[in-house]
Structures are given as structure tokens and as C-alpha cells.
T-cell receptor, first 115, second 115 residues
Framework: DAGVTQSPTHLIKTRGQHVTLRCSPISGHKSVSWYQQVLGQGPQFIFQYYEKEERGRGNFPDRFSARQFPNYSSELNVNALLLGDSALYLC??????????????FGPGTRLTVT | GENVEQHPSTLSVQEGDSAVIKCTYSDSASNYFPWYKQELGKRPQLIIDIRSNVGEKKDQRIAVTLNKTAKHFSLHITETQPEDSAVYFCAATTTGSSNTGKLIFGQGTTLQVKP
């Protein structure tokens, strides 16, 4: 899991604002997934991107969006923040091998607090 | 929908004893089952995984077993040490080019190893 980086580490926002979270995958990895982890629960899948294309989307509202850049880094955007968006946002990096996509390695996360 | 149930939610053992955490998944198409260890304030760390074509896998003091018929998989930790204390998450996913590879996580088990 070494090598997945996320920024910022912590963020405090006010309801209604928007936020952009950033992730750089492990060198050579082409797939990035985003997860939301509310305190005391397991991570919940938000998005997966591979080669700049969205491959999957979890059960999150349209206020959540993401994109992947040519260097495979990724951004997660959340608009019109709600108190319930307060969570640890995790980025996971993986290296699709042939047609198999497995072994996801997590970054340290961004702790978002919405007040 | 897809679901992973994990038990127990908390587990306390004496140092040197064994610990077992059990998970049940609902999607029969699931074929990859990773386990993550998350220490307080840190990222989930992949500790072991198993694929559906294997019934058991071992790595030093940890092992994972899979029963595809019953849709159960378990984590076994032997000779537990205080540094094994953490939250453990099981997860399940379906890998392959037509799948997102999104991980469905269990609710987590807080393991406490008493010295």
C-alpha cells in the first residue's frame, strides 16, 4: 500500500460549500477507486476510474463527482456539502492485470468535517 | 443487493490465543475476498486475500478459509500479539473486465489482544 497519496489530510468545510479531494495512485497503477468511511463503519464504494473512464458508481447522489487525469491521479468533488458528508474519504489504487482487477491499496485518507 | 455480514463486532482475546472472524456474502458471483486491518487513525491495510478457486490460504500467523457453497469466509489469527489489536474488515467483490471491482465491506470487527 505504500505510495498512494492523498491531499489534503484534513479539511473543515461549512454546509453548502464544495470540496475537492485529490489522490495519486501507486506508480504504474491505472485504476483509482474512492470510498467513504463514516466513523465506526466499513468503507462504502463511491467511484472507480480506469484509464480516465468511469467504471463504476456507488449509491451516492449526483453531488458527488470524480475524474481521472492522464497521469492516473484523480479528484473527488462534492458539492452542496451536508453534515452527513463528514467522513474519511479513502482512495484505493489497483493495477488491472489482463482482465482481472484486484488487490486495492488504500491511501491515508482525507478527513472531511462539515460544520 | 450486495451485502457482507461480519461477526463478531468485537472480540477480546488473551495474548497467545487464537482469534476467528467470520463473514457471509450475498452475491454468488463474488470471486475475490480480501481482509484489511485498520489501526486507529490509519489507512486500511491489506493483510491477506483469497480467490474463489482456492479453499484456504495461509501467511505466517494468519489464514483465510472460503466456503463458496455456504458463501462464508473466515480470518484466523493464531498466537495473537498485542500489535494485532485493530479493526479488521472483510470484503467481497467480483473481478473481471466487465465488473467494477468495487469492494463490499463488512461492518468491521474490533479485536483487542490483552497482554
Amino acid at each position: 500500500d505504500a505510495g498512494v497519496t492523498q491531499s489534503p489530510t484534513h479539511l473543515i468545510k461549512t454546509r453548502g460549500q464544495h470540496v475537492t479531494l485529490r489522490c495519486s495512485p501507486i506508480s504504474g497503477h491505472k485504476s483509482v477507486s474512492w470510498y467513504q468511511q463514516v466513523l465506526g463503519q466499513g468503507p462504502q464504494f463511491i467511484f472507480q476510474y480506469y484509464e480516465k473512464e468511469e467504471r463504476g458508481r456507488g449509491n451516492f447522489p449526483d453531488r458527488f463527482s470524480a475524474r481521472q487525469f492522464p497521469n492516473y491521479s484523480s479528484e473527488l468533488n462534492v458539492n452542496a456539502l451536508l453534515l452527513g458528508d463528514s467522513a474519511l474519504y479513502l482512495c484505493a489504487s489497483s493495477l488491472p492485470t489482463g482482465t482481472v482487477d484486484y488487490e486495492q491499496y488504500f491511501g491515508p485518507g482525507t478527513r472531511l468535517t462539515v460544520t | 443487493g450486495e451485502n457482507v455480514e461480519q461477526h463478531p463486532s468485537t472480540l477480546s482475546v488473551q495474548e497467545g490465543d487464537s482469534a476467528v472472524i467470520k463473514c457471509t456474502y450475498s452475491d454468488s458471483a463474488s470471486n475475490y475476498f480480501p481482509w484489511y486491518k485498520q489501526e486507529l487513525g490509519k489507512r486500511p491495510q491489506l493483510i491477506i486475500d483469497i480467490r474463489s478457486n482456492v479453499g484456504e490460504k495461509k501467511d505466517q500467523r494468519i489464514a483465510v478459509t472460503l466456503n463458496k457453497t455456504a458463501k462464508h469466509f473466515s480470518l484466523h489469527i493464531t498466537e495473537t500479539q498485542p500489535e494485532d489489536s485493530a479493526v479488521y474488515f472483510c470484503a467481497a467483490t467480483t473481478t473481471g473486465s466487465s465488473n467494477t471491482g468495487k469492494l463490499i465491506f463488512g461492518q468491521g470487527t474490533t479485536l483487542q489482544v490483552k497482554p
